[in-house]
């Protein structure tokens, strides 16, 4: 029986812009992989990171899925009989096809006289933290990594004004359960002290139930 051939725009795109790889068969057979994005909640920064490298105007669905295109070799975990990716894997910058407006920009270093004094006297060596081959542009690319997107940080403000208003309620509860306790705590003393079943003085049990 002969093969019946795949479409090549079958499937679900690939999230970065200008891709044009598709999730199936066919993309697949040419040694194309797909993977799903990082968790938001467990992996805010490098989730973050992943969105802002693919410049859409939309976050991923739990569907999306980024090409293997777009990854170093170093990130792929070819052990086993599924590729995977390498945990903490990021996308390079240079392995999209972005557009001239949507590239990163990068700092270009000042040329004047007084700008060259004062870099070679204030000259500081990076972060141990980092890895000695980058260069300063990866550098500032890292630490603006840090900052996330606005909406990443609008979701955490949501997230932890939903965690507040929850905290506020359990709070309101127990409030109420504690005045609920003592209010029946002080009927079971009002009924002793009716049928003179106590001899404490009544005063003690109002200073403890106050």
């Not at 799903?36 to 490098?46: L, S, Y």
């Not at 609008?154 to 209010?183: T, V």
Request: net charge positive; glycine share 4%.
């Amino acid at each position: 029986m002969a093969k019946v051939s795949v479409s090549k725009s079958k499937g679900l795109q690939c999230f970065a812009v200008n891709c044009r790889h598709y999730n199936n068969s066919y993309w697949r057979e040419q040694g194309i992989t797909f993977h799903k994005f990082p968790d938001e909640n467990k992996f805010p920064d490098t989730y973050a990171d992943w969105v802002r490298k693919c410049r859409r105007e939309k976050d991923p669905s739990k569907h999306a899925r980024l090409c293997s295109c777009h990854f170093e070799a170093k990130w792929f975990d070819r052990t086993g009989q599924t590729v995977r990716l390498r945990e903490g894997a990021v996308p390079d910058w240079g392995k999209f096809n972005l557009p001239k407006h949507l590239q990163p920009k990068t700092v270009k270093p000042r040329t004047t006289a007084t700008s060259k004094r004062a870099a070679e006297s204030a000259a500081q060596p990076l972060p141990d933290a980092l890895p000695s081959t980058e260069t300063h542009t990866s550098y500032v690319e890292h630490e603006h990594a840090y900052a996330g997107s606005a909406l990443m940080w609008k979701r955490k403000f949501f997230q932890l004004s939903e965690k507040h208003e929850d905290m506020a309620r359990e709070y309101s509860n127990a409030l109420r359960r504690e005045k609920r306790a003592k209010e029946i705590c002080r009927a079971f003393v009002e009924e002793l002290y009716e049928k003179n079943g106590i001899n404490t003085d009544k005063a003690v049990f109002e200073e403890i139930l106050e």
